[in-house]
């Protein structure tokens, strides 16, 4: 229940941020494209959340299988929504440089969901290696 609430708070600051952000101008085609990007992608990165917090528990070891939602398509929809999130935010903000936090970012990502992956495999087997078969990511 407490990552809910973290990630409700998450959410409603990313809308309020957005909400002021837009009041900003100049509206120029590349700002448009970041807000197009970054606002669906952390509202998405939100609902990832909340569909894992069922399984998650503040351990590094899994108590569920995750399947359903965005999980049915995605295996890592929090690292990818994450990731775009960060590249329409650097868009709209104008400021490039903030895309040098992406070689840092998605490694570690790629990293991390490799020891989730062995971890998934350990304890789910072949339920886990089905559905790794069926998602991207």
């Avoid at 973290?6 to 952000?21: K, N, P, R, S």
């Avoid at 009041?23 to 120029?28: D, I, L, M, N, V």
């Avoid at 590249?87 to 040098?100: K, M």
Wanted: charged share 15%; glycine share 8%; hydrophobic share 55%.
């Amino acid at each position: 229940m407490k990552l809910r609430v973290i990630t409700l708070g998450f959410l409603l600051g990313v809308v309020a941020a957005c909400a002021v952000a837009m009041a900003r101008p100049p509206w120029t085609p590349l700002r448009i494209f970041g807000i197009a990007l970054a606002l669906p992608s952390a509202v998405l990165l939100s609902i990832a959340r909340w569909q894992l917090s069922a399984a998650f528990h503040g351990s590094a070891k899994p108590t569920k299988l995750v399947t359903t939602g965005l999980y049915s398509r995605v295996r890592n929809p929090i690292y990818l929504f994450g990731g775009l999130s960060i590249i329409g935010a650097v868009l709209y903000f104008r400021q490039g440089w903030l895309l040098f936090v992406l070689p840092v970012v998605v490694p570690v990502q790629i990293i991390i969901s490799r020891h989730e992956a062995e971890a998934l495999a350990a304890r789910f087997g072949d339920e886990y290696r089905m559905y790794r078969a069926r998602t991207w990511f």
